[in-house]
């Protein structure tokens, strides 16, 4: 039986105490959960350099304060993965890396076992992910943790959009070894699926990855991008999309041309936050939380 | 979700029929990070060929909507032959990333009677 968070909460008779803390439910779950309940937290679209204070009254402010919030939680997450778009772009590939080593010097700041990093075409796109090999590493690889599998992909570093031939045989090759019996989970920068193909929200060649995805039952996707929280299935896989620290932008929803979303000064850092993500190998379903920043 | 393909893309050769009107030519500029002209008004039925060059660099041009996508690119132009067949709002983008301005570089398609 899955229980969700609230049962979970009730049964292990904390509940009162994780409300009233604002304790979340990933961290009580590693905190209070079986031995392999782990959860990590994903950060995404920072846009490091990025300074229209139309959109960000805070530009250089929002990401120490989320690092900070992740420093205070009482329990850490196992790691953190920033999903793409780390530093806004530029056409001077030395203030490209200047934004990538400020971004990169605030990211070790976070408290953790490990940071993880994923490229976004604001990083990578221009020069074929150059500058971001650097300071990053790959831009797509593979690990696993306690017992679940990660397969991190890139379909920023070729401006098209494409995960193209060598990664997707890499994947393919990836999925026949995987054991069904764990979860794989995949994180990505855009997303898989054709969320809003008229808005640039899609992968060139993503239904490719998506088909060899398929193979395996407990499949969760993790991507960035599109600056909010979306969730879609696409057949038995969990695609969910994360917030920006930048700034939001329009929901897929709406009509006409994307859009930011404006600094609201009655409410800043809205639509801004960091995710949770509560995992196990036994686990069927990922436990997501939305996290505010602390200001 | 997305309403049917309404453009048929037709070989540049297209061959008219006896009430089809000839081809409008319409050129379309792409330069970082806009397109000129941003609105492109087409009559619903009228046969169209799109120009499609760039000021600058490599740009994409892509109307998911209308199922017509090219690379943009400087000196060599691009045709699309295309006969919209439905009234609407499309819009375009460009779909190769080109640098700070891209995530606004689109336009928009407006088919008239
Ligand atoms: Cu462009």
Redesign the interface.
């Known amino acids: 039986m899955k229980l969700s968070r609230r049962d979970f909460l009730k049964i292990s008779g904390i509940g009162g105490l994780v409300f009233s803390t604002g304790l979340s439910g990933a961290r009580v779950l590693a905190q209070a959960g079986g031995a392999d309940e782990f959860y990590f937290i994903q950060l995404s679209d920072t846009h490091w350099g990025f300074n229209n204070l139309k959109f960000n009254a805070d530009p250089e402010g929002t990401l120490p304060k989320a690092v900070a919030t992740i420093n205070s939680l009482q329990h850490k997450p196992d790691f953190v993965v920033f999903t793409g778009d780390l530093t ?4 001077d590939p030395e203030e490209r890396r200047r934004r990538m080593k400020q971004f990169k010097s605030i990211a070790e700041r976070l408290e953790v076992a490990q940071v993880r990093y994923l490229p976004g ?1 604001h990083d990578a ?2 020069d074929a992910g150059a500058a971001y090999q650097e300071f990053f590493g790959d831009t797509h690889y593979e690990f696993s943790h306690r017992g679940v599998n990660f397969i991190a992909l890139d379909n ?1 570093s070729d ?3 494409r995960l193209g031939d060598a990664q997707l045989k890499r994947l393919q090759s990836k999925m026949a070894e995987l054991d069904h019996a764990q979860p794989l989970v995949v994180f990505a920068h855009r997303p898989l699926f ?1 969320l809003r ?4 929200w899609a992968t ?1 060649d993503g239904e490719q990855a998506i088909q060899l995805l398929m193979s395996h039952p407990r499949v969760t996707v993790f991507y960035g991008h599109i600056h909010q929280e979306h969730h879609q299935q696409t057949g038995h896989i969990a695609h969910h999309s994360a917030k920006s620290l930048i700034f939001p932008l329009a929901p897929p929803t709406s009509a ?3 859009f930011k979303v404006a600094w609201d000064q009655q409410q800043p850092y809205a639509g801004l936050g960091v995710r949770q993500v509560g995992l196990s190998e036994k686990r069927a379903v990922a436990e997501i939380e939305e996290l505010q920043i602390k200001t | 979700m ?1 309403p049917l393909l309404l453009a048929v893309a037709a070989s540049s050769c297209t061959t008219l029929s006896g009430n089809e009107d000839p081809p409008r030519v319409v050129t379309l500029e792409a330069r970082r990070f806009a397109y000129t002209p941003a609105v492109i008004e087409l009559n619903k039925d009228q046969p169209v060929i799109l120009e499609l060059i760039s000021k600058d660099g490599l740009h ?1 041009f ?4 209308l199922g017509l996508r090219s690379d943009v690119a400087p000196q060599a132009p691009a045709r699309l032959s295309f006969t919209p067949h439905e009234k609407g ?12 301005g ?2 606004e570089m ?1 336009g ?1 398609i407006v088919v008239v009677d």
């Not at chain 2, 892509?62 to 909507?65: K, L």
């Not at chain 2, 709002?89 to 700070?100: N, T, Y």
């Open positions: 806004h772009t530029t056409d075409e796109a221009l920023v401006p098209r959009a054709p193909p008229d808005w640039d060139a006409g041309k994307k | 997305w994409g892509n109307a998911p909507q709002r499309f819009l375009f983008h460009c779909d190769i990333f080109c640098g700070s891209h995530d689109s928009e």
